[in-house]
């Protein structure tokens, strides 16, 4: 039996999302640029475990400026493998996030963030989970799951869950309960 791990399905994904993606990173003159295929940075663990990753980058100016735009899964993930119709089961959790500024108003963060940057990754995360014969989605192409923008982690700060700051402002898409099927491995889709 071949060990399927949940975390290294999503980090295949995350290589993957690049390919036909656009996004417009702003160009520091008040306009956009348009980055095709952007390096996306890829973490799993816990939130303290993300957070501490995410400060020992910006520790180094070289892995500072890599380590956004980011696709984070939440661990631990607890696996359903009792159905014989699937290799496994599970519920997921995800941020994808990007660099802000405090200074921000909502407005400038749905366009600059939200629009420009973290709605296109979303919905090419959807696209290659739809596309890849590992997973099983549902007749209607969807992927279940609970979508929430949060706006206020680039104003007051985003907060692990014993409490400790992200060292810096971000904006986030915040991915709860994503029902996935693994399928098994001889029941590939074609």
């Known amino acids: 039996m071949i060990d399927l791990d949940i975390t ?15 996004i417009l990173y702003p160009n520091g003159k008040g306009g956009t640029k348009v980055v095709k295929s952007p390096r996306l940075n890829y973490i799993f663990g ?28 939440f661990t631990p993930i607890s696996e359903d493998r009792g159905d014989a119709d699937y290799f496994s089961k599970a ?9 802000s500024c405090k200074e921000w108003s909502n407005e400038m963060r749905r366009t600059t963030s939200f629009k420009n940057i973290l709605r296109p990754i979303y919905k090419r995360l ?4 739809y596309e890849d014969s590992r997973f099983d989605c ?11 923008e949060n706006y206020s982690y ?13 060292s810096e402002p ?8 994503m029902e996935i099927k693994i399928n098994n491995l001889n029941c590939r889709r074609k």
Do not use: M, W
């Not at 816990?46 to 899964?73: G, M």
């Open 8 to 22: 290294e399905l999503f980090e295949e994904i995350v290589k993957e999302l690049p390919e036909g993606l656009e």
């Open 46 to 73: 816990s939130s303290q475990y993300i957070k501490d990753i995410l400060d020992e980058y910006s520790k180094s100016s070289a892995q500072s400026e890599r380590k956004f735009p980011l696709v984070a899964l």
């Open 91 to 99: 519920k997921v959790s995800l941020i994808i996030a990007c660099s």
């Open 126 to 129: 959807l696209e290659v989970l």
């Open 138 to 148: 549902d007749y209607d192409e969807k992927v279940k799951h609970s979508y929430s």
């Open 154 to 166: 680039g104003r007051y700060g985003a907060y692990t869950d014993s409490g400790e700051a992200v």
């Open 170 to 177: 971000i904006d986030a898409i915040n991915i709860r309960s």
